[in-house]
């Protein structure tokens, strides 16, 4: 088993869920089997009791797992199915270990985070490496493993001096750091800034990890001179720095990695069993990657949810939309709509808002209200419901949207009145007896 670790510094939040997958990619498009494992320090359990402004939209497995969004990117990018056990946690780790204890399993031992929490970590990844994650039920023969926030981090530690002991345990030619980095670009100068990466590669390697790969997050593609320095102060080789800049979608960051050299590094660094041919895989994403910039057609979507502060609430809607947009090349808008700027209260508070909310939804092709939670915002949900319905706009409810938009429509095609036809619980209970047992055809 090779495993390949992807660690990031200065921010969070700066693509190592697109590193890991990018790499995982062109992995397996040389016929690879390809393995994800994503960590995330904090000490909840999973992520399904996050707010969507904490960490983004909840990622639902198949398996009922409520796992991070870059779990989501893995499935996607790498076509694999992942299990819960996939994630792992800070909660997760210190619940088995304690549970651990409570049995007895530790004959009485002191329990420390050196060596039953960083030993846990480092079973946990080998037993997760080894399952099959494709149809064929092939074992992997490369594991990527995402370590998320950013060195320094305090809840990271453990987990850094987990993989620190974990190097020496799998030997050397089995592992290897990919380390993510910013290459700030102030725009008073204009100047790339190598300052942030270097003290993040040296802290990193004071914690015992020395990255192989140093993988440049920039705004524009990367100096040479700029690499030259990377490389001298970090020890590394010029082409050991990679550079990811901005570009004008997330699937061609696996075409820059293949174009640096990421592959062949990789297979000497790792004595990979790869035949350096044209790849067909490979071949098919150049092409999804091209015709995405080449789309001439264009589409609207306003989404009208309670989180649109934060884009990655909505990444599973999101996701589909653009997959959905790029099968029948057209390119995609999303118009971002608060649903409570649509009440008739934010007309009172705020007009120019209530105006530009509905000036969004006007203008747009077709409506998707997603799912959400509690009261707030939903009155502005079914406004936007109705205007769909009235316009013979394309429409989409999701999970609360569909809900709403049957009440709309028994409030305005039906003409019930709100709460005037709620019932007993045990009233829906029988009606969904009869309608389930087929005893009531008018009912049903």
Known sequence: MKYILVTGGVISGIGKGIIASSVGTILKSCG????????????????????????????????GGEVDLDLGNYERFLDIRLIRDNNITTGKIYQSVINKERKGDYLGKTVQ??????????????????????????????????????????????????????????????FCNIHVSLIPQPNTTGEQKTKPTQ?????????????????????????TSVKE??????????????????????????????????????CERLNLPIEMRPRKMFTKWKEMADRSDRLLEHVSIALVGKYTKLADSYTSVIKALEHSALAINHKLEVKYIDSADLETTTLQD????????????????GVLVPGGFGGRGTEGKMQAISWARK??????????G???????????????????????????????????????TDLR
């Open 32 to 63: 690879l089997h390809v393995t994800a494992i994503k960590i995330d320090p904090y000490i909840n359990i999973d992520a399904g009791t996050f707010s969507p402004y904490e960490h983004g939209e909840v990622f639902v497995l198949d398996d």
């Open 113 to 174: 985070v050196v060596p039953h929490i960083t030993d846990a970590i480092q079973e946990w990844v080998m037993k997760q490496a080894t399952i099959s994650v494709d149809e064929d039920g092939v074992e992997p023969q490369v594991c990527v493993i995402e370590l998320g926030g950013t060195v320094g981090d305090i809840e990271s530690m453990p987990f850094i001096e987990a993989f620190r002991q974990f190097q020496f345990k799998v030997k050397r030619e089995n």
């Open 199 to 223: 003290n993040s590669v040296r802290e990193l390697r004071g914690l015992g990890l020395s990255p192989d790969l140093i993988v440049c997050r920039c705004t524009t593609p990367l100096e």
């Open 229 to 266: 320095k990377i490389s001298m102060f970090c020890h590394v080789e010029p082409t050991q720095v990679i550079c990811v800049h901005d570009v004008s979608s997330i699937y061609r960051v696996p075409l820059l990695l293949e174009d640096q050299g990421v592959v062949s590094y990789l």
């Open 350 to 365: 705020d007009p120019v808002k209530y105006h530009e909310a509905w000036q969004k939804l006007c203008s747009a092709h």
């Open 391 to 400: 316009q013979n706009k394309p429409f989409l409810g999701v999970c609360l």
């Open 402 to 440: 569909m809900q709403l938009a049957v009440c709309e429509f028994a409030r305005s095609v039906l003409g019930w009145e709100a709460k005037k036809h709620l019932l007993p619980v045990e009233s829906y209970m029988e009606m969904w007896n009869m309608l389930t047992n087929g005893t009531d």
